[in-house]
């Protein structure tokens, strides 16, 4: 069984990109699918995806998004209580990833360090809203959050 080898937690307030250091610094990859070349997957209208970044848009406009990001040492396994999923690849040129607010393109946050440079890593993002509806007499959607989990393991191991 795979194990979790790290994770981290990181809140935003609106769309964000999560992508590769290197594009940070000016080197991103050329051809379809780099940064600002993103496009959706088939039925996933909630993110798009490229060669080494992808966009999470969400549900909500003002409230809060979270996103928990997970290093694993193989394939994790499936987590059924999640609305929406998505599985693919990126190539992570430097091994850092960053999150980078959608209209803030001068403001990035280091999420994660995955210590290995020029490497294809599988992902999986999963989203779900949660929404606050026990408080009767109240609409439901006064409290509304999305939720984002991104697992990453190398596509050498556990395929």
């Not at 939720?147 to 050498?156: G, I």
Request: glycine letters at 8%; proline letters at 5%; hydrophobic letters at 35%.
């Amino acid at each position: 069984m795979a194990e979790l080898l790290a994770s981290v937690v990181h809140e935003v307030r609106e769309a964000f990109y999560v992508l590769d250091g290197e594009i940070l610094e000016g080197n991103q990859p050329d051809g379809p699918g780099s940064w600002g070349q993103e496009s959706s997957p088939p039925g996933q209208d909630w993110l798009d995806v490229g060669s080494s970044s992808v966009i999470l848009w969400g549900s909500t406009r003002d409230a809060a998004r979270y996103v928990r990001f997970e290093l694993w040492g193989g394939q994790p396994p499936a987590d059924q209580s999640w609305q929406k999923s998505w599985e693919g690849e990126l190539f992570l040129a430097s091994g850092k990833i960053h999150i980078m607010n959608y209209s803030e393109a001068d403001f990035h946050h280091l999420l994660f360090d995955v210590d290995q440079r020029k490497a294809t890593w599988r992902v999986r993002i999963q989203t779900k809203l949660l929404e606050n509806d026990r408080e009767p007499g109240f609409p439901t959607n006064i409290y509304q959050v999305d939720l984002y989990n991104m697992q990453l393991w190398q596509s050498s191991v556990g395929m």
